[in-house]
């Protein structure tokens, strides 16, 4: 079986972001944004599950090549969508990847190729019906987090990164997807570092805290920070 590869942001995430439709600005009052609609409009939405999985399936699936010539769109085309027809719930290696030429990871073929990579992801019906959606709406406690916490550090510590959704119920004040591929210990806490699809410069921190057993993740663009539920998504049958 191959060796499993080691994640790199800068290599192997997409160069280019989820796009939000809103501009949203903090209420003050926890958890709350004001919010009116981007000018000009957005122009790729929805697609935060889409490039967590994708991300994964490119790292497990794909193999880029620099020393051999670029090729033309059409090729490029049927290889990108060829990775996305891979197994998104794989959890090792493929032993016969796709192999991409010109290029010497995603992150430079997503810039170069953007429009045709963003088409091969799929549309928003991915995150709309990923399988694993129906398990928001059920509770989370304590003990349960903590088995997710641990079960994303083994995940992480023996080098297989984990799409996760990350939410609040019922009233939803973020309901998103992101990739964990690394983690640091404290007594206290694990921090998670994730690929946030919204953000194509660097990593954020997904913290989960071994006392409260809680999840916090930071103030972003779209989201005040603070405690969210999270699962792991693109696992086993259920998922």
Not at 57 to 62: D, F, R, S, T
Not at 106 to 135: C, E, I, M, T
Not at 181 to 193: G, K, L, S
Request: with cysteine.
């Amino acid at each position: 079986m191959p060796p499993h590869p080691t994640f790199s942001f800068a290599r192997d995430t997409f160069a280019y972001e989820n796009e939000l439709v809103w501009e949203y600005e903090p209420m003050g009052d926890a958890g709350r944004m004001a919010f009116r609609r981007r000018e000009p409009a957005a122009t790729f939405t929805h697609h935060c599950t889409n490039m967590a999985r994708a991300t994964r399936q490119y790292l497990l699936h794909a193999r880029f090549d620099p020393t051999t010539p670029p090729v033309d769109a059409d090729t490029y085309t049927a290889l990108a969508r060829e990775v996305m027809r891979r197994d998104p719930r794989a959890a090792a290696p493929s032993p016969d990847p796709v192999v991409i030429p010109g290029y010497p990871d995603l992150r430079s073929f997503s810039r170069a190729h953007s429009q045709l990579v963003k088409d091969s992801l799929g549309g928003p019906w991915v995150s709309y019906l990923q399988r694993g959606n129906w398990r928001m709406i059920f509770p989370f406690t304590g003990e349960q987090q903590h088995g997710v916490a641990g079960r994303l550090l083994e995940s992480v510590q023996a080098g297989r990164p984990a799409v996760v959704h990350l939410l609040r119920y019922p009233r939803i004040t973020i309901n998103h997807a992101v990739l964990l591929f690394e983690a640091e210990e404290t007594p206290d806490t694990v921090r998670f570092h994730a690929y946030d699809p919204n953000d194509a410069e660097g990593p954020l921190l997904l913290t989960y805290d071994r006392g409260a057993r809680t999840f916090h993740y930071p103030a972003t663009g779209y989201f005040t920070g603070g405690l969210v539920k999270v699962y792991e998504v693109y696992d086993g049958l259920l998922y």
